[in-house]
């Protein structure tokens, strides 16, 4: 039986887990995993990409090592953050992180150009000022843009890394803010009027279709070769890939960021749904994910690591459930997106300087369960949908709490896992390449089969 390698990376952390099917289910293994996170470079917030490239490249050494050679590998990673490459290949660097603030004037600046309401009735994604669209035009307004050939964005880049084959993946590019959500390409009439380099955009691909096999250099150092894929390299459209939902689900991704959601086949690009801030994001089979984007697990991360790790996340959880405070934050407000300090973030949105700690983790919990609500509750009204279930999967779907809290906040049948949710789906993007009556009906079906759900 063929493996195939999905190589998952996020803000904090970066996974190389093998798939292959055994005995009718899905086994994934994990081989090889890294650290990953955001530095301060001359106050500028950035990726260091050498260091993940080497990290991607000594994952694959791994499997050299174990024995256990894939036949292909797809890279999945967040959204909207790219590298800039000159005409010789080579990058322009930094590598500006989403959570820098550079984009702070951006928004407006391009809103004078294309307004608002325009910009999300041709591209259908909701503002975050940390959108590509923006993140590009201080790239122009720096000069940067204009040594550029190419913008390739993470996973795209990385695939580049391995196999020199520059390409762009459908999910990951409509992150951007400059794909059109009805032809699935490039917007050239958003890229022309805000002046952007037209030879930066190029051929957008499908999920599940081939890269290309891994370069000379590659090869000689893995030991090797195999077959780089387009897995839906956004990494919540390979969650929602694998997730087991149905046309009345709700999708909860839970990392990081908690993507809250539903799966359409169509665009929904209504005033209504810009007002409410949903997104219409691609996904597998060119179906649209309509979410919305929450700072999810970030908000306990940050907690912790200001407090220097001295709790761990179960300790967390169970200090919150402590507190009977219920007073709520907005965890979309960009107050959130690179605090100093979080716990004083969330006191001082709240009003409260002298809250306790459990109290300000009782706080962020319901705060997030709540969000949860409003957002099903949108997507209900604006999508003309029932929604009877929820799917939370993703890491952060082993908290218990959090789990039982929007149960009690939607009043709706939960169901948590399967955990890999991400990696689960970008394999399984490869084995629809690979198997030809593989169909996304019968990959969650596999999904099912293979991985325990727990019903809240």
């Known amino acids: 039986m063929a493996y195939c390698l999905a190589i998952d990376i996020g803000a904090s952390s970066g996974r190389h887990l093998l798939g292959e099917i055994k005995d009718g289910k899905l086994e994934i293994t994990e081989i090889y995993r890294f650290e990953n996170g955001i530095r301060e470079n001359d106050g500028t917030l950035v990726w260091d990409v050498d260091v993940l490239c080497e990290n991607v490249i000594k994952g694959l050494e791994k499997c050299r090592e174990l024995g256990r050679i894939p036949q292909t590998v797809a890279i999945d990673t967040w959204g909207v953050d790219y590298v800039l490459l000159d005409e010789n290949g080579r990058e322009i660097l930094p590598c500006v992180a989403y959570r820098d603030s550079r984009t702070a004037s951006a928004v407006q600046e391009v809103y004078q150009i294309i307004s608002k309401s325009e910009l999300y009735s041709r591209t259908g994604i909701g503002e975050q000022s940390y959108n590509t669209v923006f993140q590009l035009w201080c790239d122009k307004l720096s000069g940067k843009m204009d040594k550029a050939a190419h913008m390739l964005m993470m996973p795209d880049y990385l695939s580049y890394k391995l196999t020199g084959v520059v390409s762009h993946e459908y999910t990951i ?38 890269v290309g096999n891994l370069s000379e250099e590659i090869k000689k150092r893995v030991g090797f070769d195999c077959l780089v894929m387009h897995c839906p390299s956004h990494d919540t459209a390979s969650a929602v890939a694998a997730c087991p939902i149905a046309d009345d689900s709700l999708f909860i991704s839970s990392g990081t960021w908690s993507l809250v959601g539903t799966e359409n086949t169509y665009p929904v690009t209504t005033e209504q749904a810009m007002t409410a801030g949903l997104s219409n994001e691609g996904g597998i089979n060119y179906r649209y994910r309509f979410l919305k984007n929450i700072m999810g697990m970030w908000l306990f991360q940050s ?16 200090l919150a459930m402590t507190s009977s405070f219920k007073e709520l934050i907005d965890p979309t407000d960009d107050v959130f997106l690179a ?19 459990a109290d300000v983790l009782g706080s962020v919990y319901h705060s997030l369960a709540y969000s949860y609500s409003k957002t099903l509750t949108e997507i209900e009204n604006i999508a003309g949908k029932e929604i009877k279930h929820i799917n939370i999967v993703g890491g952060g779907s082993k908290d218990k709490y959090l789990n039982s809290l929007t149960k009690q906040y939607t009043q709706r049948n939960v169901s948590a896992g399967p955990v890999e949710c991400t990696a689960t789906g970008n394999i399984l993007s490869q084995m629809f390449y690979l198997y030809k009556d593989m169909t996304i009906e019968k990959a969650r079906e596999l999904v099912r089969r293979s991985f325990d759900t727990e019903n809240v």
């Open 173 to 210: 590019c409509s992150t951007t803010g400059l794909v059109n959500a009805q032809s699935k390409t490039w917007d050239s009439e958003i890229i022309d009027r805000l002046g952007y380099k037209k030879e930066l955009f190029g051929h957008i691909s499908a999920p599940c279709t081939p």
């Open 303 to 318: 907690i912790r690591r200001e407090l220097n790790s001295q709790y761990t996340y179960d300790e967390m959880m169970q």
């Open 339 to 357: 605090p100093e300090s979080m716990i004083e973030a969330v006191k001082n949105s709240l009003g409260r300087p002298d809250l306790p700690l």
